[in-house]
């Protein structure tokens, strides 16, 4: 069964969180990731603080647990600690 990324984030300092885009492309295409929405236009209609919304669908839950825990990506994360506030959720799919 699919599995999701949800990721919501505000932005800090967009130099440093683009160095966290150029490692993560790579490393969430190497698990297979298929990026659904990344960036692009959005409205939040209850709640706020997320200027930046990104769905990443993997083909299982496991597969997406690998991803988000691998060492590569653990890399690519030392990047967003200070450079962006995020909401990030690993969610299965329906059949």
């Known amino acids: ?4 990324w949800v990721v919501r984030g505000h932005i800090l300092d967009i130099e440093e969180y683009s ?8 490393i969430i295409k190497k698990y297979q990731g298929i990026f659904l929405a990344r960036g692009g236009r959005q409205v939040e209609l209850e709640g706020s603080g997320y ?19 691998s060492d590569d990506y653990k890399q690519a994360l030392i990047h967003v600690s200070k450079s962006a506030n995020r909401l990030v959720a690993i969610v299965e799919g329906v059949e």
């Open 19 to 26: 160095k966290y885009i150029e490692l993560a492309g790579p």
């Open 1 to 4: 069964m699919k599995a999701y």
């Open 51 to 69: 200027d930046r919304t990104v769905l990443i669908e993997f083909k299982s839950y496991e597969q997406a647990l690998l991803c988000y825990q």
